[in-house]
């Protein structure tokens, strides 16, 4: 008798050199831009090339290096490229510790999520030369780390 949880599976496999799209999710990397309406963003990224295979479902691929983003993904989160397009979709990427980022201007709305068995304050921000719709959720630690005179 099959097993159940086989059932629902598909038996990807890639090789080195394929072309892939990597699905990622926004709400779980920390240097990536959530925005406020994420439901409507791209779902998956790429398309980047296979590097090599790493145990039986994982892959490393070839990810620029300012996306940082750790470049092994479970199989899973990988979908075959058929046809190389005419240009490669890269996920927003916000990186506090950077010198041209700019600085908070105000802080719209606050909330409280669940970051493993820890509740976590996080501030919806504008930043200063950036239209409201640019503002990005940010743990408030952090923003208090990288800017501590803006939230005194």
């Known amino acids: 008798m099959e097993n159940q949880a086989n059932k629902h599976r598909s038996d990807r496999q890639f090789k080195e050199r394929d072309w892939v799209y990597v699905k990622i999710q926004p709400y779980r990397q920390v240097t990536m831009s959530g925005g406020q309406f994420s439901k409507l963003s791209a779902k998956y990224y790429g398309p980047y090339q296979v590097l090599q295979k790493i145990g039986n479902v994982a892959y490393k691929l070839s990810l620029p290096s300012q996306l940082l983003l750790h470049p092994t993904f479970h199989v899973s989160q990988l979908?075959?490229?058929?046809?190389l397009p005419k240009t490669t979709s890269h996920p927003l990427i916000v990186e506090l510790s950077s010198p041209?980022?700019?600085?908070?201007?105000?802080?719209?709305?606050?909330?409280?999520?669940?970051?493993?068995?820890?509740?976590?304050?996080?501030?919806?921000?504008?930043?200063?030369?950036l239209p409201p719709d640019r503002a990005i959720w940010q743990d408030y630690s952090a923003l208090e780390t990288r800017f501590p005179l803006f939230l005194r």
């Open 100 to 129: 041209c980022f700019p600085e908070p201007y105000k802080i719209l709305e606050r909330r409280m999520i669940q970051k493993g068995n820890k509740a976590v304050a996080q501030v919806l921000v504008q930043w200063d030369q």
């Open 79 to 83: 979908k075959k490229c058929y046809e």
